[in-house]
């Protein structure tokens, strides 16, 4: 079994508390469906920077930045493909990018 990187891209926080606390029910659900196979539920990020391989560091200007991840454990690509698809993140037009980790150290 390998894990995988779910990278969240759009969506957005809700803005009132009502809201929040909706979305929030919602992430919990999903991830109540998934059991074990959430190895880290993650967290959304915020303000990002890019440092280019030159050293330099600049704003990150993508269109649909990284705004959240999670690590899931699943037996292929395509399982975790289908974990993903019932991602909260979808409902409020956001995608999802799975891919797969592997040890290097």
Not at 13 to 18: G, N
Not at 21 to 47: C, I, Q, R
Not at 53 to 72: E, K, R
Not at 90 to 97: A, I, K, P, Q, R
Request: charged share 15%.
């Amino acid at each position: 079994m390998a894990n995988y990187l779910l990278a969240y891209r759009g969506g957005g926080m809700p803005e009132t508390p009502e809201a929040q606390a909706k979305s929030m029910e919602a992430w919990m659900a999903w991830f109540g469906t998934l059991g074990a196979a959430v190895v880290d539920g993650g967290n959304p990020v915020s303000t990002a920077k890019l440092v280019g391989s030159n050293g330099a560091v600049s704003d990150v200007t993508d269109p649909s930045p990284i705004s959240g991840y999670s690590v899931l454990a699943a037996d292929s690509l395509d399982a975790a493909v289908k974990m993903a698809q019932g991602c909260p993140i979808l409902s409020v037009g956001g995608s999802v990018e799975v891919c797969e980790t592997f040890n290097a150290m």
